[in-house]
């Protein structure tokens, strides 16, 4: 796992560094200035001719240091506007900024009032504010902010678009630079995560500047991002001389008439993860669709429910393509007061127990919800922004002893000791029907084979995600969910097999 920071705690890290590298501070600019310069030209090949506007703080002074640096590399088009709205400066900045002026770059400075100068380059790099932005944007820096995302070609943002807190709320923070990409340092700033910031970046990308990792591992952060180790640590390779009882009988209670098809993807992704033995709880009229599409799967009328609490499964899935009729509910309410195997609730699920709460004391400790915004939205309450939504998931998690799988491009995996873990495989290509239910076959299958809650959840979410990565990366550009299940066992093999 990698730590994820706020600005605060960047700050922290960023002087731990300075006095334990040891690094001076202008060195550590430097870095960073040299990282940011390095993935930039790996971005844009063709040298373009840039605009680098530079606050005067940090943010600033590593601007001044990048467009050092690309003079270096032979960039001949570079103009630097440095923004003097206040007296404020930093040491760093002056220091750079003293280096700028031995160099043959044209430098511009901007004063308020002043008409701003046209943008003729192909490139703006924005390093007006970094992670030191404090409250939102007012005049005049609001009206440069706004001035070059009408006029400027494409903007590359240094560390973090000019206008975007760190983390927090972001709807009181309109005025934002617009960015093509982000080259950020160190790790992704908490603020990417949310849908919010989509309309400001499109890409990030993380560079490495050396801040001191033990101490960041230490340091007691709400988030942090599971990372490919994370998940080679979890996974168990599959032993020699094991058979299917090794794996678990893993029951999935889904489908119903018109909704089958989500029963089968979920049991289908329950197979092609490995439990040992899959079963599903359906009405019969969905009996003749499984026999013929899923025949290692075994099928359990939905009359026999009372046979999910007797201990012949290991673990169990309920919700996709279930319902939320009267019978359901009513079973439902009766299935959960019982000794339930390690449990995941999915879709209708959810929905029942959000439109009868009080199933939400029966839950035992460990559960695994896995809401999509509205449906986690309906279960707790309305949010009108994603960093209440996903700090309320860490406070049911926690109060509730739950895991929270809250679905999104970016999943948080809210953990019962208050920690949330963000995945960061998926991809847009597979944003359609019928993912959620291979998600819930995955999880049951990884608790059937005696993973914990929490591992199950940190592995099936990155296992997920990577089977769509593997398919974005053979060329499509659209994934139907009954095609990545199929890459499932090749994730599983590449990260159990690598220890
Ligand atoms: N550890 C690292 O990741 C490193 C980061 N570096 C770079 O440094 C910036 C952060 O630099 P910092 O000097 O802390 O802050 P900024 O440059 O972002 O901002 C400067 C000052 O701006 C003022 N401020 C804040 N909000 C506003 C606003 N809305 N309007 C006007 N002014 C604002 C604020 O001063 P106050 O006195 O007003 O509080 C800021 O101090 C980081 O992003 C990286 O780019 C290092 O180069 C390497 C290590
Ligand atoms: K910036």
């Avoid at 001191?212 to 180790?229: K, P, R, V, W, Y």
Wanted: glycine share 8%.
């Amino acid at each position: 796992m990698q730590n994820l920071l706020t600005a605060s705690q960047i700050r922290e890290v960023d002087a731990y560094t300075i006095i334990n590298e040891p690094v001076s501070s202008i060195d550590l600019m430097e870095r960073a200035a040299e990282a940011f310069v390095n993935k930039f030209v790996s971005l844009y090949t063709d040298r373009p001719s840039v605009i680098i506007c530079c606050g005067t703080g940090n943010n600033g002074g590593d601007g001044l240091a990048i467009a050092r640096l690309l003079f270096e590399r032979g960039y001949t088009n570079i103009v630097v506007w440095i923004v003097r709205y206040n007296n404020k400066k930093t040491d760093d900045f002056e220091v750079n900024y003293k280096r700028l002026l031995t160099y043959s770059i044209q430098v511009q400075e901007l004063f308020p009032a002043e008409q701003l100068p046209s943008i003729t380059a192909d490139v703006v790099i924005d390093a007006l504010f970094g992670s030191g932005l404090n409250k939102p944007l007012i005049d005049p820096w609001r009206s440069l902010v706004r001035y070059i995302n009408k006029e400027a070609k494409v903007v590359v943002s240094v560390d973090i678009p000019t206008g975007m807190p760190a983390e927090g709320n972001m709807e009181t923070f309109e005025n934002v630079i617009i960015a093509q990409d982000v080259i950020t340092f160190q790790a992704p700033k908490i603020s990417f995560l949310f849908p919010e910031s989509g309309k400001f970046l499109k890409r990030f990308h993380v560079v490495d500047i050396g801040l001191h990792q033990g101490f960041m591992a230490s340091l007691d952060t709400e988030f942090c991002s599971i990372m490919n180790d994370d998940i080679r640590s979890r996974l168990k390779v599959r032993e020699n001389f094991s058979h299917k009882g090794t794996y678990g009988h893993a029951c999935i209670l889904a489908g119903n008439e018109h909704t089958m098809g989500a029963a089968l993807l979920s049991a289908e992704a329950c197979l092609y993860t490995g439990a040992g033995l899959t079963t599903v709880c359906i009405p019969s009229s969905g009996l003749s669709a499984l026999n013929t599409r899923l025949p290692e799967v075994m099928a359990l009328d939905r009359s026999k429910l009372s046979e999910l609490g007797t201990g012949k499964y290991k673990s169990l899935g309920i919700g996709p393509g279930l319902g939320t009729g009267e019978e359901i509910r009513g079973c439902l309410s009766e299935l959960l007061a019982d000794d339930l195997p390690p449990l995941v609730l999915d879709a209708d699920a959810l929905n029942v127990v959000a439109a009868n709460k009080n199933l939400l004391t029966l839950l035992k400790a460990e559960t695994i919800l896995t809401p999509h915004m509205k449906e986690f939205d309906r279960l707790f309450g309305h949010s009108d922004h994603w960093w209440d939504r996903v700090i309320k998931a860490r406070t049911e998690a926690s109060r509730r002893k739950l895991i929270i799988v809250l679905k999104n491009r970016y999943t948080f995996v809210a953990l019962p000791d208050g920690k949330i873990w963000v995945n960061f495989t998926g991809n847009p290509a597979m944003a359609s029907g019928g993912m959620g239910d291979v998600l819930t076959g995955i999880l049951v299958a990884l608790l059937a084979q005696g993973y914990k809650a929490a591992d199950a959840a940190i592995l099936g979410v990155f296992i997920h995600g990577k089977a769509g990565d593997l398919l974005a990366a053979e060329g499509m550009g659209v994934i139907p969910a009954s095609c990545l299940i199929k890459k499932i066992p090749n994730v599983i093999e590449d990260f159990s097999s690598s220890i």
